[in-house]
């Protein structure tokens, strides 16, 4: 079993849609989570971290942890054009020495 | 605010040729930082990463070697490129425990 499973999508939406992007994972001592986003060719942006269980809120992203079930999830609300990118999960033990990555899911929102 | 550069941004180098790639940062002192590879399908692949100037950890064996011989400079080498050496070079430095990447560089060996 992989440490950290990401659906690879593609996703495909409409605008306006909410998104929901999830990784599940198996090493109960990842503590920090975090959500980058790819846009192509480029490198990847942090979009949002949290060390807690529960709901961290910024703009239209929310960040979803749910430790007992080793699930995170990123939604997105009212989906744009501009939000097409991929997406990835990222997680640590603690400290940043290391990040244990997903692979990504690539999602469109069509206008 | 902290900035991170890494040049060139593209690079094609024939099989056999060296290589140097570097990664600069702005705005922050004694940085943790990491060098990955990411290939097409296969996600982000720690290669390096450095908690000071000298101290190299190495995470997989390759012809790929790393130096930081500066506190906000690390560079990516290698004497003899491999056609499986391409992809998409990126460097990152740590916050708290987050990271933050650089541009990045494609690199394609032909």
């Known amino acids: 079993q992989k440490e950290v499973e990401q659906d690879p999508g593609p996703l495909s939406v409409p605008e306006g849609a909410i998104v929901s992007l999830n990784c599940t994972y198996s090493?109960?001592?990842?503590?920090?989570f975090m959500w980058y986003r790819q846009y192509s060719r480029k490198g990847p942006e942090l979009l949002m971290y949290?060390?807690?269980?529960g709901n961290k809120e910024d703009g239209r992203f929310t960040a979803q942890v749910d430790k007992s079930s080793k699930y995170i999830s990123l939604f997105i609300r009212d989906s744009q054009p501009s939000d097409s990118a991929t997406y990835l999960c990222?997680?640590?033990?603690?400290?940043?020495?290391?990040?244990?990555f997903g692979k990504g899911t690539k999602l469109t929102v069509n206008p | 605010s902290q900035t991170i550069h890494q040049w060139p941004a593209t690079l094609v180098q024939p099989v056999g040729s060296p290589l140097s790639l570097e990664c600069t940062v702005e705005?922050?002192?004694?940085?943790?930082l990491y060098w990955y590879r990411q290939a097409a399908g296969r996600g982000l692949q720690l290669l390096f990463y450095?908690?000071?100037?000298?101290?190299i950890s190495s995470e997989v064996p390759q012809n790929l070697s790393a130096s930081r011989p500066q506190d906000r400079q690390f560079i990516l080498s290698s004497k003899k490129l491999l056609l499986s050496d391409s992809g998409f070079y990126l460097c990152?430095?740590?916050?708290?425990?987050?990271?933050?990447f650089g541009p990045g560089t494609r690199l394609t060996v032909t």
């Open positions: 990152a430095w740590s916050g708290t425990y987050e990271q933050y």
């Open positions: 090493n109960s001592a990842f503590q920090y």
């Open positions: 949290t060390y807690s269980s």
């Open positions: 990222a997680m640590s033990q603690g400290g940043s020495e290391k990040l244990v």
């Open positions: 705005g922050t002192s004694n940085p943790n």
């Open positions: 450095s908690v000071g100037i000298g101290q």
